[in-house]
């Protein structure tokens, strides 16, 4: 694994994470009642995990849907019980 990021041209492969990021998000801003939490043109301009949720949707619902459509994503509360909570969401999918 050392080997393979040692050999990985590290800022290419953050212009490709960026431009998924983006992509992600645009393609997410589209759905009605979707939420998309976190600085997002930070996440465009960086790549990062996106995390969102869709009204109506329980995220481990929205995780088996993607997955039916070879889209493989982690949905939870990431041990993040009190923010979720305070955001009034049970946890969301990335």
Known sequence: AITALEATDRKAQQELEA???YA??????KIPGCR???PQEELTTRGH???FTIDGFHPHDIAAFLDTKNIYVRAGDFCLQPM???LGVSGAVR
């Open 19 to 21: 431009q998924m990021c």
């Open 24 to 29: 992600t998000i645009e393609g997410l801003k």
């Open 36 to 38: 998309i939490f976190g």
């Open 49 to 51: 995990l996106v995390s």
């Open 84 to 86: 979720w909570r305070t």
